[in-house]
């Protein structure tokens, strides 16, 4: 199994504060992603990574912005939690290959009230 | 843009049988690839097998298949001898040849193995 961590396992918050979820992968590989899962979507792309400070956005980033100082830490930040953001959100990590395959981590599950 | 249709919200299977969940994609790439992740009730995405749109046989994994017809853009999940720990949801996915590129998800299709 790939070596990714993400924390905390759950949270829960109120409307308008800030939230912080942190990935963290043991096999220094340079891609990094962030997906929402949300009853009738399947996982949608938030932001994603393709090196340390390199970052761009998905299909679903407003609300959202990432950071990644080192190889091994990816973090979701939620500015001002909403509860619209109420979701299970997933790392994913790949070695940035042109046909490689995303492993991810156990998912958070967050709660906005 | 890709999209994956997974039709089959639900299905049933008895142990031992084996079963088809059906994934229809539409995309005007050429290179592609196509996967199937399977998650059980604990939450975590299980990647399963992986079939890429050059590949000229289907994929095989274990108990898993990968039913890759490219002209009819499908690529249907064969598990055979279904066991109870088979019971899931299990997500297509795609995604087009080239680094970075995200992972379009179906909305999935919720297996029940029954004794």
């Known amino acids: 199994d790939a070596g990714i961590t993400q924390s905390p396992r759950h949270k829960v918050t109120e409307t308008g504060t800030p939230v912080t979820l942190r990935c963290h992968q043991t096999?220094?590989?340079?891609?990094m992603y962030w997906y929402r899962q949300d009853p009738g979507h399947g996982l949608r792309l938030i932001h994603y990574?393709?090196?340390?400070?390199?970052?761009d956005k998905g299909e679903v980033s407003d609300g959202y912005s990432v950071s990644r100082s080192k190889t091994e830490d990816f973090l979701l930040t939620l500015e001002s939690a909403t509860s619209s953001q109420t979701s299970v959100y997933f790392c994913?990590?790949?070695?940035?290959?042109?046909?490689?395959?995303?492993?991810f981590g156990p998912g958070t599950r967050l709660t906005v009230l | 843009a890709q999209k994956i249709t997974q039709t089959q919200p639900g299905m049933f299977v008895q142990e031992k049988e084996a079963v088809t969940l059906d994934c229809t994609y539409d995309t005007s790439d050429q290179s592609y690839g196509l996967f199937w992740y399977k998650q059980p009730s604990s939450g975590e995405m299980i990647f399963l097998i992986y079939?890429?749109?050059?590949?000229?046989q289907n994929a095989t994994e274990g108990r898993y298949s990968l039913n890759f017809q490219k002209a009819r853009k499908s690529a249907n999940l064969v598990i055979s001898a279904s066991q109870l720990g088979d019971s899931a949801m299990y997500f297509c996915?795609?995604?087009?040849?080239?680094?970075?590129?995200?992972?379009?998800f179906g909305t999935g299709t919720r297996l029940q193995v029954t004794l």
């Open positions: 996915a795609m995604r087009r040849f080239g680094t970075a590129s995200k992972l379009t």
């Open positions: 096999e220094n590989h340079r891609y």
């Open positions: 079939q890429g749109s050059y590949d000229e």
């Open positions: 990574s393709y090196g340390v400070k390199d970052t």
């Open positions: 994913a990590i790949s070695e940035g290959l042109s046909t490689d395959t995303q492993y």
